[in-house]
């Protein structure tokens, strides 16, 4: 079984920052695509940053030159770092592993990230 579990979230001021961490139980973590999304309510759910077993990476134009991405894969973890956040950041954050050769998702449960005043 494939778990990912998220931490990192919680409120922080305009211009703010936030290192969300993804740990992924499973050893064969290297081979998965690795991905960061995040929901509002009341939003269709969204891409924010990609990346692959090589380390590569892509990232949404909203959160491009404030966010990056990375992975330790000694660690079977991926992190998103958020700087320079934003209210509209304010999102539940969920961290997404993808098996492209079985061509399967598997979720984290998400963390709340709050931007305010």
């Known amino acids: 079984q494939v778990q990912l579990v998220e931490s990192g979230g919680g409120l922080v001021q305009p211009g703010g920052s936030l290192r969300l961490s993804c740990a992924v139980s499973?050893?064969?973590?290297?081979?998965?695509?690795m991905g960061w999304y995040r929901q509002a309510p009341g939003k269709q759910r969204e891409l924010c940053a990609t990346?692959?077993?090589?380390?590569?990476?892509t990232y949404a134009d909203s959160v491009k030159g404030r966010f990056t991405i990375s992975r330790d894969n000694a660690k079977n973890t991926v992190y998103l770092q958020m700087n320079g956040l934003k209210p509209e950041d304010t999102a539940v954050y969920s961290c997404?592993?993808?098996?492209?050769?079985?061509?399967?998702?598997?979720w984290g449960q998400g963390t709340q990230v709050t931007v305010s005043s």
């Open positions: 499973r050893d064969i973590f290297s081979i998965y695509t």
């Open positions: 990346i692959r077993p090589g380390g590569s990476t």
């Open positions: 997404n592993a993808k098996n492209g050769l079985l061509s399967v998702d598997y």
